[in-house]
């Protein structure tokens, strides 16, 4: 399957910082990502979709000024958590979609804890 | 918007048995079922999925069946080991053009050696 990189794999920050994760795909180019969110013993939210080139497009109740995604180029997307509260703590885990197969493949994920 | 059910929670089964977790969708023009498992805190991992052209397709140990009238698709892992222990995530998709995954509660299997 594709080869998705996340970086970092964790970060710990304090309260009102900003974070910036980033998502590759390393093998293909992927015009569509997605960037999901989990809480511990959870299952995977999906909060929004990244297109290359354009506007992400969010989903329902996920703020777009909070969170703010950039994909910029076919082989990377950014999520930036800006001024980071303790609730914002979760593992964020990228994906992108190989067209060629119509398969969603996962990044490692980054685990942000806010202290 | 898709609504995917997920049952059971959790699932115990003796090591060489075999498991089955169900899910059920909403949206009839779901197209495409993938399976995720997932070990503590690391990433999904696809294992299997189907298409609603097929109602049954197996890996080895592992095979997913679609019913597609009663909307509600199955995982299947047989002769079970301790490795199988994870949580494990259904899903389901609908077609054009922007493949959302609709994930489903998830399931812990543990495997009882």
């Known amino acids: 399957g594709a080869v998705v990189s996340q970086h970092p794999s964790w970060v710990i920050c304090k309260s009102g910082t900003s974070v910036k994760i980033e998502c590759r795909s390393l093998d293909f180019q992927a015009t569509t990502m997605f960037w999901y969110r989990q809480f511990p013993k959870q299952s995977l939210m999906l909060m929004a979709t990244s297109n290359e080139g354009s506007k992400a497009t969010y989903e329902q109740g996920v703020e777009k000024d909070k969170f703010l995604i950039n994909h910029a180029s076919l082989t990377l997307s950014t999520l930036t958590v800006t001024s980071a509260h303790p609730e914002d703590s979760s593992f964020y885990i990228c994906?992108?979609?190989?067209?060629?197969?119509?398969?969603?493949?996962f990044g490692p994920g980054t685990r942000l804890t806010v202290l | 918007g898709e609504n995917v059910e997920q049952h059971p929670s959790t699932l115990s089964v003796q090591e060489g048995d075999s498991a089955v977790i169900k899910c059920t969708y909403s949206?009839?023009?779901?197209?495409?079922f993938p399976w995720y498992k997932q070990e503590l805190g690391k990433r999904p991992q696809l294992i299997i999925d189907i298409r609603s052209n097929v109602g049954e397709k197996k890996d080895q140990r592992i095979a997913v069946t679609l019913n597609k009238t009663a909307k509600h698709f199955s995982l299947h892992i047989t002769e079970t080991q301790p490795e199988d222990s994870a949580v494990y995530f259904c899903a389901a998709t609908t077609p054009f053009g922007n493949e959302k995954l609709t994930f489903g509660t998830g399931t812990r299997l543990t495997i009882i050696p």
């Open positions: 949206d009839s023009a779901s197209n495409y």
């Open positions: 994906s992108d979609w190989d067209r060629s197969t119509d398969t969603q493949y």
